[in-house]
């Protein structure tokens, strides 16, 4: 059974970090395309960071860019989601999602086969 677990979520200052895991198990992640994704009240679902399957080509969300930093562990079935300088905007509720092979749109939720639970993120004072 393919299950996605995040975790690492929580309340931050402006300007701080966090780093958001993302666990797999029921299949192997290094043959999968992986998604972060996010949803603030109010609004739809939208893509932040994606990592890919073959050679692990990165994609960031303009507004990200420069402060997040997707990497996977394969050793540990695990993909990160390491947010830096973070922003009040940046609060909302965090997804992982993943895909076998590759997407040709990183921002579309629906290229996503598989999806966790969701991790909030509050950055405020």
């Known amino acids: 059974q393919v299950q996605l677990v995040e975790s690492g979520g929580g309340l931050v200052q402006p300007g701080g970090s966090l780093r958001l895991s993302c666990a797999a198990s029921?299949?192997?992640?290094?043959?999968?395309?992986i998604g972060w994704f996010r949803q603030a009240p109010g609004k739809e679902r939208e893509g932040v960071s994606c990592?890919?399957?073959?050679?692990?080509?990165?994609y960031y969300e303009l507004s990200v860019k420069g402060r997040f930093t997707i990497s996977r562990d394969n050793a540990k079935n695990t993909v990160y989601l390491q947010m830096n300088s973070l922003k009040p905007e940046d609060t909302a509720v965090y997804y992982c999602?993943?895909?076998?092979?590759?997407?040709?749109?990183?921002?579309?939720?629906?290229?996503?086969?598989?999806w966790g639970q969701g991790t909030q993120v509050t950055v405020s004072s």
């Open positions: 999602a993943a895909t076998p092979g590759l997407v040709s749109d990183p921002r579309a939720p629906s290229e996503f086969d598989y």
């Open positions: 029921g299949f192997t992640l290094d043959t999968y395309t």
């Open positions: 990592i890919s399957d073959i050679d692990d080509i990165t």
